[in-house]
């Protein structure tokens, strides 16, 4: 199957844009990034991306902060469309496990892409509270772990495995800093990499030799030195 490509935006402009590309099987957001367009209204401006992005899959998250709020939150969000995912936190912001509202909305056939998740412990805790005929996504913030020094491969290795006997669940590489990571996550077998609009760019020009980045770069360094007539 390989690993499907999403893109992780909220941007108006940017949606129209990714939505065209073959290399984009799909959307998440996320409300820093719905804040960051500039989105007032959350519910309309959710309406708005989903104009735009009609068939491929697209994840809404939950803002609230207890499970009988998020049960609530995602009952609605899913109404909005065929191909929407609703997002929902592991734990609130009191580190609670939000079990409660993950089998309440899996009970109801609600596709789920449950984020914030660090560690293979939270994806097993994920796995007890789910069925298997009902789509879930477990996004595993790769790029956030790595960026306190820790390794986070063990963890999506372990993940995986852990969910191999459900074919409804896909383990997803979230939080990515550089297009090196798509490579890791097919390399470990993630099901979905979601990405930047800036790095997926990057990915699509893959393929350069170390010859051309050694005379690209050398070229850039020589371009910058005369623009600023620097004199030894």
């Known amino acids: 199957m390989g690993t499907k490509i999403f893109c992780d935006i909220a941007d108006l402009s940017n949606v129209r844009k990714f939505n065209k590309k073959k290399i984009v099987k799909g959307f998440t957001t996320n409300p820093s990034l719905m804040r960051k367009a500039g989105a007032k209204n959350y519910k309309l401006y959710s309406q708005q991306i989903i104009k735009i992005c009609k068939k491929k899959p697209i994840s809404f998250e939950v803002f609230a902060d207890n499970s009988k709020s998020m049960i609530k939150q ?73 960026d306190t020094g820790k390794d986070p491969v063990p963890e999506f290795k372990k993940s995986i495995k852990l969910a191999k006997s459900f074919k409804n669940v896909s383990i997803l590489w979230a939080s990515v800093r550089e297009p090196y990571n798509y490579l890791q996550a097919k390399q470990l077998g993630c099901h979905i990499i979601t990405i930047p609009p800036k790095i997926i760019e990057k990915i699509e020009k893959f393929g350069k030799t170390f010859d051309q980045l ?19």
């Open 214 to 232: 050694t005379k690209e770069t050398v070229k850039t360094f020589l371009i910058d030195s005369k623009k600023s007539n620097f004199k030894i």
């Open 74 to 146: 995602g009952i609605q969000i899913n109404k909005w469309g065929k191909n929407v995912y609703v997002k929902v936190p592991v734990v609130n912001s009191k580190n609670r496990f939000s079990g409660q509202a993950i089998k309440e909305l899996n009970k109801q056939n609600i596709k789920l892409n449950i984020t914030a998740v660090y560690t293979a412990k939270q994806t097993a805790k994920i796995l007890k509270n789910i069925n298997k005929s009902t789509k879930v996504i477990i996004s595993i913030f790769g790029g956030r772990a790595a």
